[in-house]
Structures are given as structure tokens and as C-alpha cells.
């Protein structure tokens, strides 16, 4: 396989133990990357897909998403007046098995708000619910 000409510019260097190593090698093992470019494939792959956050961080978001979300649609059931515990219970699992929704749309938001000039102010995608609010 013919390498691409690439110019990568900048350059990110770090020391591994020979156990990280190893495990390194294992992982590519039968792959065409080298350590290196698995190495960068990886983090590159991780800020675009995760937006660079550890698991842990990723569990704190998900855990401040997710009641974000019930908050505001329990508010908006109790001004209605809809509040029912039937409904409540299937708004929680809906949070519950939904967080991920949370996220991409609360990234979303993020990166839109980033990428405008004025940041104008605009509707919280998530203190809306289309799947929910048919009722």
C-alpha cells in the first residue's frame, strides 16, 4: 500500500512503558498503520467523534445532560399541567436510553453557537421533545 502525501506540520511526542508499547502492537497487529499513524489516527478520531473527553468525563456529561432534559420537561408538564406519574416514568427511561441523543444534540448546539459571529440567541435543543410532546 503506497503512503499518501500528507504534510502534517506539527508534531506531538510522548514515552510509552513497554507494557503500553506492547499493547500498542498487539492492537495493530495485521493492520497496515504504524504505531505512529495508529497513534494519530486515534486521537484524531477521538476529538471528532468525542469531542476529546475521557470516559469519565463522558459519564459527568451524561450525567448533567440527562436531568438537564427532565428538568425542563417536567417544568413544561407542571405549567400544562400534564404531570402524570405514567408519563414521568416514560420521560426518565426515555433519558435513560436517549443520553447519547443529548449529547449530539447538545454538541451541536455548541459548535453552531462557535461557529456563528453574533452568538444570537436561540431555542435549547434540549428542552424540546418531538417524540414525547404528541400526546
Known amino acids: ?3 499518501r502525501e500528507v504534510h ?3 508534531k506531538i511526542g510522548f514515552r ?3 507494557k503500553i508499547w ?3 502492537q498487539q492492537e495493530i497487529a495485521e493492520t497496515n498503520p504504524t504505531p505512529h499513524d495508529w497513534c494519530r489516527l486515534l486521537v484524531v478520531d477521538r476529538l ?3 469531542f476529546g473527553l475521557s470516559r469519565k468525563e463522558r459519564y459527568f456529561l451524561h450525567q448533567i445532560l440527562r436531568p438537564q432534559w ?3 420537561q417536567g417544568f413544561h408538564l407542571l405549567a400544562d399541567d400534564r404531570l402524570a406519574v405514567e408519563r414521568w416514568q416514560r420521560f426518565r427511561d426515555f433519558a435513560r436510553h436517549n443520553v447519547e441523543r443529548f449529547v449530539k444534540l447538545s454538541s451541536d448546539a455548541f459548535q453552531s453557537l462557535m461557529e ?4 444570537p440567541a436561540s431555542p435549547n435543543p434540549m428542552t ?3 417524540v414525547l410532546d404528541e400526546d
Open 48 to 50: 471528532n467523534n468525542e
Open 128 to 130: 424540546t421533545n418531538p
Open 22 to 24: 506492547f499493547q500498542i
Open 16 to 18: 510509552l512503558t513497554d
Open 1 to 3: 500500500m503506497a503512503k
Open 116 to 119: 456563528s459571529e453574533h452568538h
Open 70 to 72: 427532565m428538568v425542563g
Open 8 to 10: 502534517y506540520p506539527h
